[in-house]
């Protein structure tokens, strides 16, 4: 059984940033991909970011590359997602996810977080 709870959500303005967490618990995820998604309201799930079991490969969405930076610390069992410059559009929920494999998570991951809200005002 894999828990996680993301948290750092908030109210913010264009040009702001923020930083989520995500902290898991239960069978260990240290070996293992993990990764961000969000939901816009009315919109389907999407991939944001993920990173590898040891940080050294990482995978962003075209729309936050060069904005958001994903990061883990293992020892911590957390994984990380800085936002840079938000921007309207990233108005959304934001989830951690990890798949049961280990391999990079997708939208169809069986292990999610309850969410975060993002919401980025003009």
């Known amino acids: 059984q894999v828990r996680l709870v993301e948290s750092g959500g908030g109210l913010v303005q264009v040009g702001d940033s923020l930083r989520l967490s995500c902290e898991w618990s239960?069978?260990?995820?240290?070996?293992?991909?993990l990764g961000w998604f969000r939901q816009a309201p009315g919109k389907e799930r999407e991939f944001a970011a993920a990173i590898s079991w040891d940080g050294t490969y990482t995978r962003y969405a075209e729309s936050v590359k060069g904005r958001f930076t994903i990061s883990r610390d293992n020892d911590k069992n957390t994984v990380y997602l800085e936002m840079n410059n938000l921007k309207f559009q990233d108005t959304g929920v934001y989830y951690c996810a990890a798949d049961a494999s280990g391999t990079w998570p997708t939208v169809r991951s069986d292990y999610w977080g309850q969410g975060t809200q993002v919401t980025v005002s003009s």
């Open positions: 239960g069978r260990t995820l240290s070996m293992d991909a």
